[in-house]
Structures are given as C-alpha cells and as structure tokens.
C-alpha cells in the first residue's frame, strides 16, 4: 500500500482543465481531481448535473456562481483552500475564474 | 449556496479524535472530516471495515499501517499532506501516529 499526492503531478502547461478520476465505486461514485489555471466555464455556461457533486478546493483559488432556482439570480462564491460545497443534482452554477498565476487544485466526489 | 473550511472550526483542545459527517447519500457514501492530534490506533488494533474508504491527509502528519494480506507483516506508510490512499474494504490497516503539534485534518470517503 501506498499513497499517491494531490498536489504532484501536476505538468507545468495546462492548456485544458485537467481532469483524473482517482477512484470510482460500483459505478454509483467517483473521486476526481481537477486541475484548473485561469480556467472558467464557456460565457453564459451553466453546468446543470444528473449526479450530486462535493467538491472542495485545496490550493489556488476560483470564484463559482450559483443560479437562485427561484428568481434566476446568479451568486458569486469565492473560494479558498479548504473551502467546500455540495451541490445538488440540477444545482445550475458556473465556474468564474480560477487564478491565473497558479494551478488551482479542486477534489470532487459525484454520487447518484 | 456558501462554502464551509475545512480548516476552520477547529477546537483548541481535542481530547479524542474529531468526527464529523459533511455528506451522506442514499445511505451508502459518506463524505467525514477527521481532526486528529497526537491520537493513534490502540496498542495491536487493526481496523477492518465493511466500506472502502478513500482517504486524504490534508494538515499535518500521520503514520498509517497495512497489514500485508499474505505475510501479515505490518508495513508503515507515512503520510504528508495531499498524499491520499483507497483502503479496500477488509484491508487491516491502523494508525500509528499523528503529529501532537498541529491538529491533523483527514477527509475520508466511505462507500459500499
């Protein structure tokens, strides 16, 4: 047994979100890490998700928006290390910006 | 939507081992925050779960323990933050030591 770091690995040029399920379970979870630098979701994107996500940012830093469902309105959240939220299935949200000037480091689990 | 730290909320004085739930899914993943400080396994303990159990130091220090399934040799695993392992269900593991200086702050994800 031994142990993989989340914060290795990590190539120097990261011309796409970086995305690596690190482990899965009867096809019902998986545990992914991303890797995001200056990365943000399309202009007027809106991810809207069949499964639960928990996602927790461990290093850099990003700014996530969530659509009110009742009056449309879309909220900005920062981020920090250690910061984390669960959104529900058809919780719609976007990613606004991650930092440019280092990879932000994201762990999610996704269930159904 | 708001996010919640990991890192905060940390009480000064932790007597035993901090557990928390942060998410659960239809009964069969849950999403824990561990704290430990100084604590460890009891003396010739071996854990030996029912649920796999990915697991991730994120402050800290720890040393884990395997139990190598065929010799039943204990081999040691020191762990830094990042460094993550998927613990099998029935793979007898142990913690032998976390860092009495700091609190040690683990996510764990349990399924079956």
Redesign the interface.
């Known amino acids: 047994?031994?142990?993989?770091?989340?914060?290795?690995s990590i190539p120097t040029d990261i011309p796409e979100e970086l995305v690596e399920v690190?482990?899965e379970?009867?096809g019902?979870?998986r545990?992914v890490r991303l890797v995001s630098q200056g990365h943000s979701s399309p202009d007027g994107f809106l991810y809207d998700q069949e499964e639960?996500e928990?996602v927790?940012l461990?290093q850099g830093r990003a700014v996530m928006s969530?659509e009110n469902p009742i009056t449309g309105v879309i909220?900005p959240?920062p981020?920090?290390?250690?910061?984390?939220?669960?959104?529900p299935a058809h919780?719609r949200?976007r990613v606004e910006s991650t930092s440019p000037d280092e990879p932000t480091v994201w762990?999610a689990?996704h269930?159904s």
Request: charged share 15%; proline share 3%.
């Open positions: 047994m031994h142990a993989t770091n989340l914060f290795e690190l482990a379970g009867r019902q979870i545990i639960t928990w927790v461990l969530f909220n959240v981020l920090k290390p250690g910061d984390w939220i669960e959104i919780a949200h762990l689990v269930w």
